[in-house]
């Protein structure tokens, strides 16, 4: 199994190893691509490498080994977490807080979803895990880290912080971060890992050696869900397709019903292009969303499947039919449709990624979310003019 999912990190991963034999590592660097693609595992090797014995990530001495369990004391270890329930007394999620000064507040739900969370991963670095509410880095979080980087390592060599999805920082967390990222204590490395590099701060960008993870090739990823995941042969190019080659994203994306999601919201789109219908539409997507027992897994899912559709939409009307087709097993029932006009499909492809962002940034309902999707692609297939969402 890990053969196959390692492959493409196999460059990057030797790149990383040099720098740090060499000691050319830069002080902060950045790892950036898709979720489940390796990067908790890039992240692992090189934390594993810089506080080696040897600086080889030989995987026996005391450095190694405890890096491995998320256990060595001068491996700060960070990553966004949910809010369960409020707690009223004092309680740390992070080993490197200190209990007294602290001002964190967490309950032991939210402690055992974090343990939760990190058993996940270190069971399969690619693994996606979805916690049950939104997640992010809270402020208390980041000030107990400065104040434990402004004493000396516990061990007297070197020390390593490591923040994933640091574009997930709650209010106030990413400034206060900044100055860290901006004046880092000496032999104290930085790794940081984000999916979405686009939200993160130019002044945070321009500090840190960007590292970017090329994607799985399409023919490893089939293999992959052929041989490991023994998924039906006829979804096997469909998902390799969807999990953008990322190993950790056909996993998730194979243990979902991801046909059966699609063959809803491939009947939503077939409504909206047999125009006149839109009534119809509108009564089944409230059906669907009305009933408000999504996670933010499941609509993140439902928005993904809309971009792909959107996305074969533009090929389709370029008469582009080559191997970046997503859908490639419907690619005749799609072809059939009677394809909208670029301005129109760009207006599709805004309005779905602000309705995205409505619903997993801002909270909006998912329901009245896709009913404006919905009501604006209509509109624009005859009108082509950008309806902006109204956020309540
Ligand atoms: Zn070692």
Not at 356 to 361: D, H
Request: proline share 5%; charged share 30%.
């Amino acid at each position: 199994m890990v053969a196959i999912m390692d492959k493409h990190l196999k460059k990057i991963s030797a790149r990383l190893k040099s720098l740090v034999k060499n000691r050319d590592l830069n002080q902060s660097i950045l790892i950036v691509g898709k979720d489940g693609i390796g990067k908790f595992k890039l992240v692992m090797e090189t934390a594993a490498a810089l506080l080696c014995d040897s600086q080889a990530a030989c995987g026996k001495c005391f450095g190694c080994k405890n890096v491995r369990k998320l256990q060595h004391p001068d491996f700060l270890f960070v990553f966004p977490f949910p809010r369960i329930k409020p707690e009223s007394r004092k309680n740390t999620v992070f080993t490197f807080s200190d209990p007294v000064s602290s001002n964190a507040r967490y309950s032991d739900d939210t402690r055992d979803e974090i343990d939760n969370y990190i058993s996940s991963r270190l069971e399969n670095p690619f693994a996606i895990v979805d916690f049950e509410k939104k997640e992010n880095i809270p402020v208390e979080v980041i000030k107990d880290l400065i104040l434990a980087l402004s004493k000396k390592p516990l061990l007297g060599g070197r020390r390593v912080v490591a923040i994933l999805n640091v574009d997930k920082m709650a209010f106030g967390a990413a400034d206060l971060f900044l100055k860290v990222v901006e004046e880092p204590p000496d032999d104290t490395h930085i790794i940081l890992t984000t999916a979405n590099p686009d939200q993160l701060m130019p002044t945070l960008l321009s500090r840190t050696d960007i590292l970017k993870v090329p994607p799985a090739g399409i023919e490893d990823m089939e293999k992959y869900l052929i041989k490991k995941l023994e998924v039906p042969e006829n979804q096997v190019a469909y998902l390799a397709r969807m999990s953008g080659g990322s190993p950790g994203r056909a996993l998730y994306l194979a243990q979902c019903d991801l046909p059966g999601r699609r063959d809803i919201i491939y009947s939503f789109f077939e409504k909206l292009l047999t125009r006149g219908k839109l009534s119809e539409l509108i009564e089944e997507t409230g059906r669907e969303y009305s009933g408000g027992s999504y996670s933010v897994g499941d609509i993140r899912l439902d928005f993904e499947i809309m971009e792909s559709i959107i996305h074969d939409l533009f090929l389709l009307n370029e008469n582009q039919l080559d191997n970046h087709f997503i859908n490639v097993d419907i690619k005749d029932k799609l072809g059939k449709w009677e394809i909208p006009e670029i301005e129109s499909l760009e207006i599709w492809k805004g309005c779905c990624s602000e309705v995205r962002k409505a619903c997993l940034v801002n909270n909006v309902s998912v329901n009245s979310a896709m009913t404006f999707f919905y009501i604006s692609c209509a509109d624009s297939i005859d009108n082509p003019v950008r309806v902006r969402m109204k956020l309540p």
